[in-house]
């Protein structure tokens, strides 16, 4: 009987063997990563407008304004060294009234410095105790300045202040305050801002206890730094 060839010629190594499959994790892009800080900034961005808005439509707050509403100036003299720089000698008091004319929010002090000013050169300076100040309240510093103090006044500046001294006894005087204060709304207080106050005064020169005028209330001007 003839043997049946063989279907198979060489050696079988078995059915082929598929590539292996390859998995990819999926990796978010740039795009991606900047459109959710974007969309979580405008959504920061609208919450603290929405804030803001309800906090104003519910407490509907008020400037708080500062007045001078007297100043005394018994010494101002100048002892000239040469054309730019002079030595004052200066005693000057003021009455400062802080209104806080709001219902529902209290006013933290947390630090008060006072400065006098001649033609933009500090001459005099203070430091005021913090305090609270509470609703629909009105407090009044009584900053003093008082001592000597080199200032540089050029030609312009020094012939106006002689000027003042010599015709109506009436000086140009500056009072700044410089203040950092938390409003307090509820059981809630705000961040620090600090306001800068700005008053701008006539300030009559008093002799032996009389002047010739009187001392008109001046109101001040805020600028806020937050």
């Not at 892009?29 to 407008?49: I, K, M, R, T, Y």
């Not at 100036?73 to 720089?85: E, I, K, R, V, W």
């Amino acid at each position: 009987m003839a043997e049946k060839p063989s279907h198979l010629n060489g050696a079988y190594s078995g059915p082929s063997v598929p590539p292996p499959k390859r998995y990819y994790r999926h990796k978010a892009s740039d795009d991606e990563g900047c459109g959710c800080l974007l969309s979580f900034l405008f959504n920061l961005v609208l919450f603290a407008g929405l804030a803001v808005l309800v906090f104003w439509l519910i407490f509907h707050p008020n400037k708080v304004k500062f007045h001078v509403t007297d100043a005394s100036l018994t010494q101002f003299n100048l002892n000239t060294n040469n054309s730019t720089t002079t030595l004052p000698y200066y005693n000057l008091a003021v009455d400062i009234t802080v209104r806080n004319p709001n219902e529902k929010i209290g006013i933290y002090y947390d630090s008060i410095e006072a400065g006098a000013y001649f033609e933009d050169q500090k001459f005099g300076s203070a430091t005021l105790t913090p305090f609270y100040q509470g609703h629909k309240n009105t407090t009044v510093l009584n900053p003093a300045f008082k001592g000597q103090q080199v200032v540089l006044l050029g030609a312009d500046e020094l012939s106006k202040l002689n000027s003042e001294k010599s015709a109506a006894g009436v000086f140009d005087i500056e009072v700044k305050l410089y203040l950092g204060i938390r409003f307090k709304v509820g059981t809630v207080n705000t961040w620090r801002v600090k306001p800068k106050i700005k008053c701008e005064l006539k300030v009559p020169l008093s002799l032996n206890g009389t002047s010739p005028c009187g001392f008109e209330t001046t109101e001040c001007h805020i600028d806020f730094d937050f």
